[in-house]
């Protein structure tokens, strides 16, 4: 069974500093995606990952894949209020008809 | 936005009571989903389809059945309701071929007292 995993849970950060969230998993995968839900809110697609190694930035976000370590990271440069929501990543198996499994999310509070 | 609406979008229902919630799409997506969100669990997925009248179970799938007659519609009905199904459920569809990439509907906050 595919275990989804991330952390930290929850994080108060600062605006203006930097971090970091991880996202490990438990099975064999190349692919892997990050979304962005604000409360009470839909989830929005931020990131999609299709091979090792790759990195993807907008704005203040870059996110990277580590298939050999199963492990993708978000990163939040220069934090602004804006960036406030919880972030999910997701990994989808090759072979699971094209289902996603989601990892518990993180809820990202920036305070002034 | 992926063209998808959900209803209805807040539902308080007793426990017993049969609930239907349906998914509706415009774009004529083969692949279409439905999970529920709470906390401390992110989303875990229902049922899912990927085609008129072709649909399977997802990891969460125990009191729950879906339907799906015509492409641009999925519903998902909860048989006899219990207050383990308090619930937001979202519907998703699959945009492209051969990425997994997922667009979320705006979601259903459903209570059963």
């Known amino acids: 069974e595919l275990k989804v995993e991330q952390n930290p849970l929850f994080l108060s950060m600062q605006e203006g500093k930097n971090y970091t969230i991880y996202c490990n998993y438990s099975?064999?995968?190349?692919?892997l995606y990050w979304y962005r839900q604000d409360p009470g809110k839909s989830l929005e697609s931020l990131f999609v990952?299709?091979?090792?190694?790759a990195v993807k930035q907008e704005g203040r976000l870059m996110a990277s894949l580590d298939t050999k370590a199963r492990l993708s990271t978000l990163h939040i440069t220069a934090a602004v209020h804006d960036l406030s929501a919880t972030y999910f990543c997701?990994?989808?198996?090759?072979?699971?008809?094209?289902?996603?499994?989601f990892g518990t999310g993180t809820r990202l509070q920036v305070t002034l | 936005d992926a063209g998808i609406t959900q209803s209805p979008r807040h539902k308080v229902t007793e426990t017993g009571t049969p609930v239907t919630l349906r998914c509706h799409q415009t774009?004529?997506?083969?692949?279409m989903y439905w999970y529920r969100q709470d906390p401390g669990h992110g989303l875990r997925l229902i049922h899912y389809s990927y085609g008129v009248k072709d649909t399977d179970k997802g990891e969460v799938s125990d009191g729950y059945s879906v339907s799906r007659s015509k492409t641009e519609d999925f519903l998902l009905t909860l048989e006899s309701a219990t207050s383990s199904q308090t619930s937001v459920y979202f519907c998703a569809i699959k945009a492209l071929a051969g990425i997994n990439e997922q667009f979320f509907g705006p979601g259903t906050r459903l209570t059963v007292l």
């Open positions: 990952l299709l091979s090792n190694g």
């Open positions: 774009e004529n997506h083969r692949y």
């Open positions: 997701a990994v989808d198996v090759a072979g699971t008809a094209s289902k996603l499994t």
């Open positions: 099975t064999t995968s190349d692919r």
